[in-house]
């Protein structure tokens, strides 16, 4: 059975740091690109960024330059630091496994599985 699990979320003040981990089982760890995507309340679900296995990165513009992924695969787990944190970084935060390489990264539906989020508040 694949599991998700994110941890690292919190309250934090602007200009603030945070970083989420996302631990996963059930597979093989380099089988995934992970994605990160956020959802606000009253919002879509928003892509953040993604890293494949290879190790390459990709971030969407409203985080670039603040925020960051990396994975570690002999740890399994996939990480996002975000720097300079705004009150509208504020959302439920997830991890997500793409295995099928059909289908843009930036959508979600192309997610075979998903974290369970956490919640990351920035305060003004």
């Known amino acids: 059975q694949v599991q998700l699990v994110e941890s690292g979320g919190g309250l934090v003040q602007a200009g603030g740091s945070l970083r989420l981990s996302c631990a996963t089982s059930g597979r093989t760890f380099s089988d995934y690109a992970m994605g990160w995507f956020r959802q606000a309340p009253g919002k879509e679900r928003e892509f953040v960024g993604i890293s494949w296995s290879v190790g390459s990165t990709y971030l969407a513009d409203s985080v670039k330059g603040r925020f960051s992924i990396s994975r570690d695969n002999t740890k399994n787990t996939a990480y996002l630091q975000m720097n300079s944190l705004k009150p509208e970084d504020t959302a439920v935060y997830y991890c997500?496994?793409?295995?099928?390489?059909?289908?843009?990264?930036?959508?979600?539906?192309?997610?075979?599985?998903w974290g369970q989020g956490t919640q990351v508040t920035v305060s003004s």
């Open positions: 997500a496994g793409k295995v099928r390489a059909e289908g843009t990264f930036s959508d979600s539906r192309g997610y075979e599985y």
